[in-house]
């Protein structure tokens, strides 16, 4: 079945840093989105991605989907204490299912 | 809008009873899932359906049962508690595949 790996899964930083979380499918995706999933809390939708290509940013976010639609990333720039949390990718296949990954943890420290 | 609530939110279960995990959304999605998720883990989908009187399995069916009788609810029932079933479980809702999904707040779930 479609399988979605998402690396790391455990990334610390010194505030300020930057972070990078990658995920990558076995299939082409009709398109991915991004959760942020804070301790304690529920995943909470933060973008979606459809076009080959496509960039978006949200402020210090950055958000990419590979040429091919197999693969996205999201950057934060200069993190903060804030940006704690879990981010969870989640691909949507041409057969109409979505699957998420595992999730990167992100832990800053101050 | 509510949005997705799901009750109760903490629940001790002891080896082989049973409860339902109760979930309604008021956003009138057609699409309803239910996700665990073990401590430091991932989501694993338990079952998701796509419409009223429509259910399927996905990752990690047993040892669970759902039903959607209505669009609003979507209840996941546990028969005979494990320890293994020791976890956070979510409800979420979307429109269609594909769509934004909208998770409950969580339901904390200890098996002793």
């Known amino acids: 079945g479609q399988q979605v790996m998402q690396i790391p899964q455990y990334q610390h930083v010194q505030e300020g840093e930057d972070f990078t979380t990658y995920c990558n499918s076995s299939t082409t995706l009709s398109n991915i989105q991004w959760y942020k999933q804070r301790p304690g809390g529920h995943p909470v939708f933060l973008i979606q991605l459809v076009k080959s290509g496509e960039v978006k940013k949200q402020k210090r976010l950055t958000f990419q989907f590979g040429e091919a639609k197999k693969n996205s990333s999201l950057h934060i720039t200069a993190t903060q204490t804030t940006d704690v949390g879990t981010y969870f990718c989640a691909g949507l296949t041409n057969a109409g299912k979505s699957t998420f990954g595992d999730g990167t943890t992100l832990t800053v420290k101050p | 809008n509510a949005g997705v609530t799901q009750t109760p939110k903490f629940r001790i279960l002891k080896i082989g009873q049973s409860m339902t995990l109760q979930c309604a959304q008021d956003?009138?999605?057609?699409?309803m899932y239910w996700y665990r998720q073990d401590p430091g883990m991932g989501l694993k989908l338990i079952y998701y359906s796509v419409g009223a009187g429509i259910t399927d399995k996905g990752e990690v069916p047993n040892g669970y049962n759902v039903s959607r009788s209505t669009t609003e609810d979507f209840p996941l029932r546990l028969e005979l508690a494990a320890p293994s079933q020791t976890s956070v479980y979510f409800c979420?809702?979307?429109?269609?595949?594909?769509?934004?999904?909208?998770f409950g707040e969580g339901s904390w779930l200890t098996v002793v």
């Open positions: 956003m009138n999605h057609n699409y």
């Open positions: 979420a809702s979307s429109y269609g595949a594909g769509n934004t999904i909208y």
